[in-house]
C-alpha cells in the first residue's frame, strides 16, 4: 500500500483565521498543530508530512512560539526558506506528494501546470463542531489573464518596490512619468514618457527604472491597461508594460520612435517575433462608461493580424486597415506567433477591466467567465 505524504505551507497555515480560534490575525503555532492531527486522522500517524515556511514567519511569531519553531528546525522537522511556495510546489511535483495550504497558487500556475491537473492533491481545511477537517481546495483552471494579475503584483514588489496594497503606491502607478536624464537608454527610446513601471527608491523617491535618476511626473494615466507579449508556442512573456488613456503604441520589428520593437536587443528571443512586420499593429486605449477599451489596428502587416475571442477556439484575420476592439479576454495573434493581450491588472482606482467586446464593438452581454 502505497504512503501517502503532503507538503504542508506553515506560514499560511499559522496565518489562517479560519482555524482555531477564529478570527484572530495574528501566527499561530497551535494551528499546525490542528493540521497535523487532521492529516493523522485521514492517513495515520506514520503518514508524512514535509513542513516548508517563510523565513519572515520566525519573526512574527510570539516569543513562545518562535522558540518553539526553532526547535522543530534544529530537530530537522521544519524548513524555513526566504519564499516557501516555490519549493513545496518543487517538492509536491517531484514526490508526488500533496499541498495543504489555503493557497490557489494562481501566480505559479505557468511555472507548474500540474497543478490544475492534479486538483485532489491540493487541499485546505474547514473547522467543523467536532474538529478540523482537511477538504480538496477547489483547484480549478483560470484564465492567463488571472495568473498575471497575481504574477504582476509580485513583479511590481520585488522588481520595482510597489507595493499594490498602498494607497501612496498606487498613485505611482496611476501617474505618467518621464526620464529626463540625456545619457539615459530608457529616456533616448521613449522621451515624451516612461513606457515600463517606475521603481521607488528611498523615502518614496519616483526613480528611472533604467539609470535611477528621479523621474518628472507627468501628470495622471486615467485609465489603464497592461499589455503583455508572448510567445504563442512556448507562452514565455517577451514583455508588459502600461498603456493609459488615449495612449496609442505600434508594435513592430525594428527601430520604432514611441513604440514597441521585439527585435530589441535585452527581450527574450523568439523565432516568430522574426515574423512580425516592422510596424504590424497600433493599440489604443480609450475610455468609456463601463471602462478602457482597447481598440487594435492592422497597419498593413505582411503576416497578419489575428483576433481570437475568450472562449472561442477559432481565430478571424484582420483585413489590413480594420480596426477592432479586443476584450480584456481576448488575444491578438501577430504573425501567427505572437500573443498581445492584456495582463488583467486591477491596480488603479476607477480603472476596471474592460467588459469582452464582439467585433462590431458592442458589449458582449455573457460575464460567465469573469474570474
Same mark, same amino acid.
Request: aromatic share 6%; proline share 5%; charged share 25%.
Given at each position: 500500500?502505497?504512503?501517502?505524504?503532503?507538503?504542508?505551507?506553515?506560514?499560511?497555515?499559522?496565518?489562517?483565521?479560519?482555524?482555531?480560534?477564529? !478570527?484572530?490575525?495574528?501566527?499561530?503555532?497551535?494551528?499546525?498543530?490542528?493540521?497535523?492531527?487532521?492529516?493523522?486522522?485521514?492517513?495515520?500517524?506514520?503518514?508524512?508530512?514535509? *513542513?516548508? !515556511?517563510?523565513?519572515?514567519?520566525?519573526?512574527?511569531?510570539?516569543?513562545?512560539?518562535?522558540?518553539?519553531? *526553532?526547535?522543530?528546525?534544529?530537530?530537522?522537522?521544519?524548513?524555513?526558506?526566504?519564499?516557501?511556495?516555490?519549493?513545496?510546489?518543487?517538492?509536491?511535483?517531484?514526490?508526488?506528494?500533496?499541498?495543504?495550504?489555503?493557497?490557489?497558487?494562481?501566480?505559479?500556475?505557468?511555472?507548474?501546470?500540474?497543478?490544475?491537473?492534479?486538483?485532489?492533491?491540493?487541499?485546505?481545511?474547514?473547522?467543523?463542531?467536532?474538529?478540523?477537517?482537511?477538504?480538496?481546495?477547489?483547484?480549478?483552471?483560470?484564465?492567463?489573464?488571472?495568473?498575471?494579475?497575481?504574477?504582476?503584483?509580485?513583479?511590481?514588489?520585488?522588481?520595482?518596490?510597489?507595493?499594490?496594497?498602498?494607497?501612496?503606491?498606487?498613485?505611482?502607478?496611476?501617474?505618467?512619468?518621464?526620464?529626463?536624464?540625456?545619457?539615459?537608454?530608457?529616456?533616448?527610446?521613449?522621451?515624451?514618457?516612461? *513606457?515600463?513601471?517606475?521603481?521607488?527608491?528611498?523615502?518614496?523617491?519616483?526613480?528611472?527604472?533604467?539609470?535611477?535618476?528621479?523621474?518628472?511626473?507627468?501628470?495622471?494615466?486615467?485609465?489603464?491597461?497592461?499589455?503583455?507579449?508572448?510567445?504563442?508556442?512556448?507562452?514565455?512573456?517577451?514583455?508588459?508594460?502600461?498603456?493609459?488613456?488615449?495612449?496609442?503604441?505600434?508594435?513592430?520589428?525594428?527601430?520604432?520612435?514611441?513604440?514597441?520593437?521585439?527585435?530589441?536587443?535585452?527581450?527574450?528571443?523568439?523565432?516568430?517575433?522574426?515574423?512580425?512586420?516592422?510596424?504590424?499593429?497600433?493599440?489604443?486605449?480609450?475610455?468609456?462608461?463601463?471602462?478602457?477599451?482597447?481598440?487594435?489596428?492592422?497597419?498593413?502587416?505582411?503576416?497578419?493580424?489575428?483576433?481570437?475571442?475568450?472562449?472561442?477556439?477559432?481565430?478571424?484575420? *484582420?483585413?489590413? !486597415?480594420?480596426?477592432?476592439?479586443?476584450?480584456?479576454?481576448?488575444?491578438?495573434?501577430?504573425?501567427?506567433?505572437?500573443?498581445?493581450?492584456?495582463?488583467?491588472?486591477?491596480?488603479?482606482?476607477?480603472?476596471?477591466?474592460?467588459?469582452?467586446?464582439?467585433?462590431?464593438? !458592442?458589449?458582449?452581454?455573457?460575464?460567465?467567465?469573469?474570474?
Amino acid at each position: 500500500m502505497k504512503v501517502v505524504g503532503a507538503a504542508v505551507d506553515v506560514s499560511n497555515v499559522c496565518w489562517s483565521p479560519r482555524i482555531d480560534p477564529l !478570527g484572530r490575525q495574528e501566527p499561530l503555532l497551535s494551528r499546525l498543530d490542528l493540521v497535523r492531527q487532521a492529516w493523522q486522522r485521514l492517513h495515520g500517524d506514520t503518514a508524512p508530512l514535509t *513542513l516548508i !515556511g517563510d523565513l519572515s514567519l520566525l519573526h512574527q511569531l510570539s516569543q513562545q512560539d518562535a522558540d518553539r519553531c *526553532l526547535q522543530l528546525v534544529d530537530s530537522g522537522d521544519l524548513n524555513l526558506v526566504s519564499y516557501a511556495d516555490p519549493d513545496i510546489l518543487a517538492l509536491a511535483q517531484d514526490k508526488g506528494l500533496h499541498v495543504i495550504s489555503a493557497d490557489q497558487f494562481i501566480d505559479h500556475r505557468r511555472a507548474h501546470p500540474w497543478i490544475v491537473t492534479a486538483p485532489e492533491r491540493f487541499l485546505t481545511w474547514t473547522q467543523e463542531s467536532d474538529g478540523l477537517r482537511l477538504v480538496p481546495s477547489g483547484i480549478r483552471a483560470v484564465p492567463q489573464q488571472e495568473m498575471s494579475r497575481r504574477e504582476e503584483a509580485k513583479e511590481l514588489g520585488y522588481q520595482f518596490k510597489i507595493d499594490v496594497r498602498r494607497s501612496s503606491h498606487k498613485r505611482v502607478l496611476r501617474s505618467e512619468w518621464r526620464c529626463t536624464t540625456l545619457s539615459c537608454l530608457e529616456a533616448m527610446s521613449s522621451p515624451d514618457r516612461l *513606457l515600463s513601471w517606475p521603481k521607488l527608491g528611498p523615502g518614496g523617491a519616483v526613480l528611472c527604472p533604467s539609470c535611477a535618476q528621479p523621474l518628472e511626473e507627468l501628470g495622471s494615466r486615467g485609465l489603464t491597461v497592461v499589455i503583455v507579449i508572448a510567445d504563442r508556442d512556448t507562452g514565455q512573456e517577451l514583455l508588459r508594460f502600461p498603456m493609459g488613456e488615449n495612449g496609442a503604441i505600434v508594435i513592430g520589428r525594428g527601430s520604432l520612435p514611441y513604440g514597441i520593437n521585439l527585435a530589441a536587443s535585452g527581450l527574450p528571443f523568439s523565432r516568430a517575433a522574426g515574423r512580425v512586420s516592422r510596424q504590424h499593429v497600433q493599440l489604443q486605449v480609450t475610455a468609456s462608461a463601463k471602462g478602457a477599451r482597447v481598440t487594435a489596428v492592422d497597419l498593413g502587416s505582411k503576416n497578419g493580424t489575428a483576433v481570437k475571442r475568450f472562449g472561442s477556439p477559432a481565430e478571424r484575420r *484582420l483585413a489590413h !486597415g480594420e480596426q477592432v476592439f479586443v476584450g480584456d479576454k481576448d488575444e491578438l495573434v501577430l504573425a501567427g506567433g505572437v500573443v498581445v493581450r492584456q495582463s488583467g491588472q486591477r491596480f488603479f482606482s476607477g480603472s476596471p477591466l474592460a467588459p469582452d467586446l464582439d467585433d462590431s464593438g !458592442g458589449f458582449a452581454t455573457s460575464t460567465a467567465h469573469e474570474g
